[in-house]
């Protein structure tokens, strides 16, 4: 099940995989982080550098622990944020 999240909340996205999605998205406007998130400019709120050249992504919506960019998605995702 795919949910997008929103400053409003979290909200269903029914019938779409998140695959599907990254396809039908702007890749200047929309990066794909990890298998489990796509996100935007506006909800990061911080990367923070971890062991191994990992990034901690922490974004403004609810979501519980920061999500993890592995060391080989790392790279394109700092290009992608200069942009």
Do not use: C, H
């Amino acid at each position: 099940l795919v949910y997008g999240i929103t400053n409003e909340g979290k909200i269903p996205i029914p019938g779409y995989t998140l695959d599907r999605i990254e396809k039908m998205t702007d890749p200047q406007t929309f990066f794909r982080v990890n298998r489990q998130f796509l996100v935007t400019r506006s909800v990061i709120d911080q990367a923070k550098k971890e062991e191994n050249g990992k990034l901690a992504l922490f974004v403004k919506a609810d979501v519980d622990n920061p999500i993890m960019i592995s060391r080989l998605r790392a790279p394109a995702f700092k290009k992608w944020m200069d942009g």
